[in-house]
């Protein structure tokens, strides 16, 4: 391997606004602390500035996706996506998925929407030959079914992660069944709720993530997060795993290039 990271965000959201006034400051810490960055597109704007953003820095790579509750995207635009899954920069296609917390109006239509459109970018990472960044939000059940078929139909081009994993170890068996690994943010710092997932994945499945600018862990709490801080986060998951940091640390940044680089990590 051609790079020296020490850690990787694979999930993080640098090209938000929330950033835009010391982003130069943001990508160095990051750099200092030897953090990988992957930024993830949420709607085809923000897909695009992903991608802008990754390639005019080292150290960042894109995802581009569309995330389950933007209501506004009743299609996918797969020209567009497809043609920014392309660049040499985007990595991933996502945050895709399913979310079925907090609904709004009929429920029924809105479950078939993002399925639709999670189906969608399910067919541009198969034909761009991506892994998926994948959102799951109380929909557990239909986020696997759909991958389930998915994968009967394809096998081992289905590939990704699960972000922001938040379920327990069943269902974190039946992700790992289907080859997806599994990624933990800041949250893990703060409540247990998550250390049997976490004690339970096999440590060459699991990776860390930020979702900065959101749930910073501690001790930044209720302070903006940035990537810099996932090295809190990959801390956590060795104290709950009880392995050295070092071993740890080093097995999620070459988990995070087999899941997301075809063979060389380079800046
Ligand atoms: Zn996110």
Known sequence: MTH????FDIHAHVHGPEFEDDIAGVLSRAKEAGIGIITVGTDEESSARAVSLAE????VWATVGVHPTDTKTENINKELLTG??????????GECGLDYFRMKGDEAAEKARQKKIFEEQIEIALETNLPLMIHCREAHEDVLSILQSKKREHGGKLRG???FFSGGIDTAKRYLELDFSLSFTGVITFTHDYDEAVAYVPLDMIMSE???PYVAPVPYRGKRNEPSYVVEVVKRIAEIRQKPLPLVAETLVENARRTFFDANLTA
């Open 4 to 7: 020296n990271y020490q850690y």
């Open 56 to 59: 005019a820095h080292g150290g």
């Open 84 to 93: 920014l899954a392309k660049r040499d920069r985007t990595i991933s296609i």
């Open 161 to 163: 992660d699960i972000h």
């Open 210 to 212: 930020t979702d900065c």
